[in-house]
């Protein structure tokens, strides 16, 4: 069934390039399988690639969680990137990559960065953030892009191209829980 949100994807204005679209994607329900998947796992420090750690740069707990785990929502997301994808972009991928959870406590944040580098990311092509919390379960913590507006609802996705710049701001105040897949084919040239 199509909400009013993912009918006006379909028929509404088509975004810039280097916008950000959200829409609703998962359930209550989903969200909290993608919760216990997560919490049946060790966690770690999320890192930067090829670099230490750094809090100043990034700092969050994440929980990478197999498709083996949580089937169901893999396909729901592929669809709902590759349905937001063929309106917006139009860029070819093929795959998702192994998706992240990741929890911001207080004082969790990630500064600006894009989701492209080098060897093991290069080939990254959409970015993709599924919101797990609700809007009262945390203060700040805002999915902040260079242009479009990131929703904050639960079971919300938001998708945008690797090379757009995004970051979350700090959290004041409870935990924000996301799960972000990125969706993967041959890198830009």
């Not at 993912?6 to 829409?23: C, H, I, P, Q």
């Not at 750094?54 to 893999?74: A, H």
Request: hydrophobic content about 40%; some cysteine; glycine content about 8%.
């Amino acid at each position: 069934m199509l909400t009013r949100e993912n009918r006006e994807l379909l028929f509404g204005a088509t975004k810039g390039m280097d916008e950000a679209v959200s829409a609703s994607c998962l359930t209550k329900q989903e969200v909290d399988s993608v919760l216990l998947a997560a919490a049946e796992k060790s966690s770690e420090g999320g890192g930067l690639h090829g670099s230490k750690n750094n809090s100043l740069v990034r700092r969050c707990r994440v929980v990478w969680v197999p498709s083996d785990n949580i089937r169901d929502v893999y396909q729901k997301v592929f669809a709902a990137i590759d349905l937001i994808n063929s309106k917006h972009w139009n860029i070819k991928f093929d795959s998702l990559n192994t998706a992240q959870f990741t929890e911001y406590g207080i004082f969790g944040h990630y500064s600006a960065h894009i989701d492209l580098g080098g060897k093991d990311i290069r080939n990254r092509k959409l970015s993709a953030s599924v919101n797990l919390s609700d809007r009262g379960d945390y203060v700040g913590g805002k999915l902040w892009t260079w242009k479009g507006n990131p929703s904050d609802r639960l079971g919300a996705i938001t998708v945008f191209p690797s090379y757009l710049l995004h970051k979350v701001t700090p959290v004041w105040w409870g935990k924000r829980r996301s799960l972000v897949f990125w969706a993967t084919g041959e890198p830009f040239s």
